[in-house]
């Protein structure tokens, strides 16, 4: 990658950790998970309102490195108003990516390209992806939203 393009895609993903979209909490949401990385201390719990097979609303919550708010932040962007098998194949895509079967320029992956350099930093893949774990997680409960959130802990290797 250029130095230009890689300094534009180091501002975005700063911009996305100092100022995170759809960060918070859902009034009254229809599914969530929480996923957790206890190697580095993230700690992300995704809130879905789905409706009629789409993702009405996307929140998600808690802390994590510059990579890991920057992922679930331009995560919540893409797949907010998706049909759900769209956030799944977008999911895919980008997993496989940061994974290095799929290459960056050809997956459709919008602002979320601005990560693909994070396959270069194995140790990092899972925090780029606990945001979509999640959020993958919440999409699969089919019951009503728990009393306490679904943990993801343990491994979540790509």
Partial sequence: MSSAKTDLYQELVLEHKR????????????????????SCGDDLSVELAISNGRLADIRFHG?????CMASASMMSEAVKGQDIAAAQTLQQHFRAVLTGEEDAESAPLGKLVSLAGVRGYP??????????????HA???NAAVPEAPVSTQGDISP
Avoid: D, V, Y
């Fill in 123 to 136: 140790s990092r893949i899972k925090c780029a992806l606990l945001g979509w774990h999640a959020l993958m």
């Fill in 139 to 141: 999409i699969a409960s």
């Fill in 19 to 38: 100022a995170p979209r759809n960060f918070g909490h859902l009034s009254a949401p229809t599914h969530q998970a929480r996923g957790t990385n206890p």
């Fill in 63 to 67: 802390q994590g490195c510059a990579i």
